[in-house]
């Protein structure tokens, strides 16, 4: 874990709040519909301030694979939080995030990657946004795959191939941070693919059939494929049976 340089009496609200307001600016540039998104995503969605306060991206994890990544919503807060943390406006109680040293962002619909592109295509170091379906997509070498959401698009036999793809491309000392649905959770569960099924229509895209499981089956699956797994309730706040699996390669 690197140290922390010096910082300013910040509180973690107020650097969440700066965090949201920085992180989703660039947004801006790719009209009203990518900038709403972005505050209201990063602001609402209680996994992007869970990942950092709670430590669980490292500072040590470099290279980054987004699966699903939208409008790559997750390197705009990455670059973000890193400018921070190197001003020294960073709270006492949050580990250090990663200089990344490669994003690259997977992601099936042309419109969200063309948003991504030109709201923080010109960052430093550039991340690179593919136009692919992650069934077929080549995954990288690297140290952190955060997959958020995504997976239920796919049926159970896919899912478990992208798993073990991703197992195959994280390097040692690699994290796989996958939030999905607890089927188990009927109501919850049911509540996120209506809400889902609702966004997909609102981002213009068709709505197809999605498949779920249970955190228990999600939890044997990454065991099965030699991950060492924990979960963490994700979805503090809304209606949703969230939970976020933080995996990691023994
Ligand atoms: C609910 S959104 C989550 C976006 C992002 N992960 C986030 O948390 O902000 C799911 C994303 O996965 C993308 N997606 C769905 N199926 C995909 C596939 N087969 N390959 C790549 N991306 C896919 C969708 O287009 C959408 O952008």
Redesign the pocket.
């Known amino acids: 874990m690197s140290k922390n340089p010096p910082s300013l009496p910040l509180s973690p609200d107020e650097a969440w709040r700066r965090v949201h307001e920085q992180a989703s600016a660039p947004y801006r540039q790719a009209g009203r519909f990518a900038w709403h998104f972005a505050r209201g ?1 990063l602001g609402r ?1 209680p ?1 992007f301030r869970g990942l950092v306060g709670r430590g669980l991206i490292g500072a040590d994890r470099r290279r980054v694979v ?6 790559g ?2 390197a705009s807060l990455l670059v973000t939080l890193h400018a921070m943390h190197a001003r020294g406006a960073w709270p006492a109680s949050w580990d250090a995030t990663p200089a990344l040293t490669r994003y690259t962002g ?4 042309p419109r ?1 990657v063309a948003r991504a592109e030109t709201s923080i295509g010109h960052l430093q170091p550039k991340p690179e946004f593919i136009c ?4 077929t ?1 080549e995954l990288p070498p690297c140290d952190l795959v ?5 997976l239920h ?2 049926d159970l036999q ?1 899912q478990e191939a992208v798993l073990r793809r991703v197992r195959d491309s994280l390097q040692p000392g690699g994290r796989l941070l996958l ?1 999905v649905g607890d089927a188990s959770s009927r109501r919850g569960f049911a509540i996120s693919q209506w809400v ?1 099924r609702t ?2 229509r609102v ?1 213009g ?1 068709r709505v197809s059939p999605t498949w779920g499981r249970t955190l228990q089956e999600w939890t044997q699956l990454l065991e099965r494929l030699g991950f060492s797994v924990r979960n963490i309730p994700m979805s503090a706040g809304t209606p949703f049976a969230n939970v976020l699996l933080v995996a990691d390669i023994a």
Request: proline share 0%; charged share 30%; net charge negative.
């Open positions: 995503k969605d996994v987004d699966i699903g990544c939208g409008q919503l997750f997977i992601e099936l619909m969200d692919a379906d992650m069934c997509a955060v997959i958020l959401d995504v698009y796919v896919a939030r889902d966004v997909t981002r895209h």
